[in-house]
């Protein structure tokens, strides 16, 4: 079966941050700076929204927020309207499912918007939110949520491969350092030195503060529409090339090895298949950092550097400017924080920017041709991959 | 591992199938029992047990009496974790239960040092692992108790077991053995 091309025509990040707002006021602010950003877009022309959000019940106590955003963000779609959840990877899972729609003809010009209000006055409750990600009547009353888990894979990766503390505080700093020149990021305005990072509370060890992603406020969006209508809104659109997906497992108890991610693997394949390219082929990537040890195994798993040497990688620069490919050049999901439903639209925001040459200097990849997008979901149960080509690059 | 009897559906509703006497009981845990407030569903992570909930309320009944239990397949023999109603290969709904291993080692362990969810913020910190049963295919998660968490180390060996959460219902957990 043919299908058309899709192409992502723009896009726009609120700030990430602790944010004095509530969840639809954040779908309002990143609706009005979406119709700034993309002068073209006629609010009528947009027949389809898929919303990315992961937990509204538990953090804004609200449902049925497909609707809910439309309102919010000005829109009256006439073909589908729906929720994208997948934890994590809630954002990513809006832009393909409006990839799909597209490509199958339902839809000419969709909207997929990622919105999710994480701070609450209590962080127990916000914490809860977050252990309902687990297998809930099993996992969750052990305390299970994301950091002691992934601090089980770090202290697995440095027991089975040797890597160190200060090889994943290589991974925070760069990160870090790439989100000082992002004004959205939530640590726009933090430095971390390697040092500093070291020293940081332990939060579930070996993980301590600065190896952690932050509960974050934010919202994205991004414009997709049908390979005959990319022109209308810029010479410059990303092109998806290529996706895939795979979901594994969910219980713990069926994690198997914690260091050797099958699912990423699988989905990375599927993903570069599509597209016809390999991992080498790549400019720089936006990879799920939720966790510094979750780059460097992701570095392994895409097969950027052998199994076992993604510490090695993240010391010797190689995932940084200069080095094998630019790794998070937004700053990862460590320096722009992780508001869930909102971290994989931002990531195609940045995929789309740096395309257009329309990021800073610091942070900038030379001559971007490909680019890799992935997010894990949960105890990195489920991958999800895309690959975007710039348009009028190949 | 013993096999215990076989249901039409893996939840009998009253007397619990019996189980093989074992000789060394997991150990109530009395002294760190607290009352618990009862706390709304949605803010709770402990299961509703009850025959009217569930259909594994068999386990719960089983961890009361000091033992934890899953479904095996018949057919296939795979074991299963957590206990299910149907099994995933072969998808027949009549499981037999048995008892699981009570010892086991750690496999990953770490600890929740801050931002515990709602309940358990008076436990921090706690510590968390992977525990290899002894003689199962399994690697359960759960808690660790017996000894801080900067004492333990992988390969340590625990113990399974049962305790009440404080208001009736029973969960399980692992203990550091002496
Ligand atoms: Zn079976």
């Known amino acids: 079966m043919s299908v058309r091309s899709v192409a992502l025509v723009g896009g726009v990040t609120t700030k990430f941050g602790v944010r004095p707002a509530t969840w639809s006021e954040l779908a309002q602010e990143v609706g009005a700076a979406l119709f700034r950003a993309v002068p073209d877009l006629r609010a009528e022309e947009v027949d389809s ?41 809630s954002g990513q899972s809006a832009i393909r499912s409006a990839y799909a729609a597209i490509a199958s003809g339902l839809s000419e010009v969709a909207v997929a918007v990622g919105v999710e209000k994480m701070n609450l006055p209590s962080m127990a409750e916000a914490s809860t939110a977050m252990g309902c990600v687990m297998d809930r009547p099993w996992d969750g009353p052990h305390g299970a ?223 971007p041709e490909w680019a890799l997008v992935h997010n894990l979901s949960g105890s990195a149960n489920v991958h999800s991959v895309m690959i975007y080509q710039r348009g009028g690059a190949g | 591992m013993s096999s215990a009897s076989r249901s039409r559906r893996p939840a009998p509703t009253t007397a619990p199938p019996a189980a093989e006497p074992r000789s060394s009981p997991a150990p109530a845990a009395a002294p760190e029992t607290r009352p618990r407030e009862k706390r709304p569903f949605l803010l709770d992570f402990f299961p509703l047990d009850t025959p009217d909930q569930t259909r594994l309320s068999a386990f719960y009944d089983r961890l009361r009496t000091g033992h934890l239990s899953t479904t095996r ?62 003689g199962a295919p399994l690697r359960l998660f759960g808690r660790i108790e017996g000894r801080p968490w900067n004492e333990l180390r992988i390969g340590q060996a625990v113990r399974v077991e049962t305790y009440d959460i404080g208001d009736g219902r029973y969960f399980y957990r692992f203990r550091v053995r002496d």
């Open chain 1, 49 to 89: 929204l898929f919303v990315g959000a992961a937990e509204p019940e538990r953090f804004a106590f609200q449902s049925h927020v497909a609707p809910l955003a439309a309102e919010q963000m000005g829109l009256r779609p006439t073909h589908i309207i729906q929720r994208t959840e997948l934890a994590c990877a």
């Open chain 1, 145 to 367: 949520t994301a950091p002691p888990f992934f601090a089980m894979v770090a202290q697995r990766h440095q027991l089975e491969h040797g890597t160190t503390d200060e090889q994943m505080a290589a991974v925070s700093e760069k990160n870090h350092r790439f989100a000082n020149a992002n004004p959205t990021a939530q640590f726009y305005e933090k430095k971390f030195s390697r040092e500093k990072l070291l020293h940081l509370p332990l939060v579930a060890p070996p993980l301590r503060l600065g190896d952690c992603s932050s509960m974050t406020d934010g919202a994205a969006a991004v414009v997709l529409v049908a390979e005959e209508r990319a022109r209308q809104f810029t010479d410059t659109p990303a092109w998806i090339r290529g996706t895939g997906q795979y979901s594994n497992f969910h219980n713990l108890a069926h994690a198997g090895s914690l260091t050797d991610w099958v699912g990423l693997r699988h989905a990375a394949r599927e993903a570069f298949g599509r597209a016809g390219i390999g991992p080498n082929d790549l400019d720089f990537a936006e990879v799920h950092d939720c966790f510094t040890i979750s780059e460097i195994i992701e570095y392994e798993m895409f097969g950027w550097c052998p199994p076992g040497q993604g510490g090695r990688f993240a010391a010797d620069g190689q995932g940084d400017i200069g080095g094998k490919l630019v790794v998070n050049p937004r700053g990862g999901l460590l320096g722009c924080g992780h508001p869930l439903g909102a971290t994989g639209v931002a990531q195609a925001v940045e995929v789309l920017q740096q395309f257009q040459a329309r990021v800073p200097p610091a942070r900038a990849v030379p001559d």
């Open chain 2, 73 to 134: 397949c018949p057919k296939d023999r795979s074991l299963h974790w957590p206990p299910r109603t149907a099994c995933p290969d072969c998808h027949t709904e009549e499981l037999d239960w048995v008892d699981l291993p009570e010892l086991g080692k750690i496999y990953a362990f770490s600890a929740v040092l801050g931002g515990a969810p709602l309940g358990m913020e008076s436990e921090v910190p706690f510590a968390v692992g992977l525990v290899d049963l002894d």
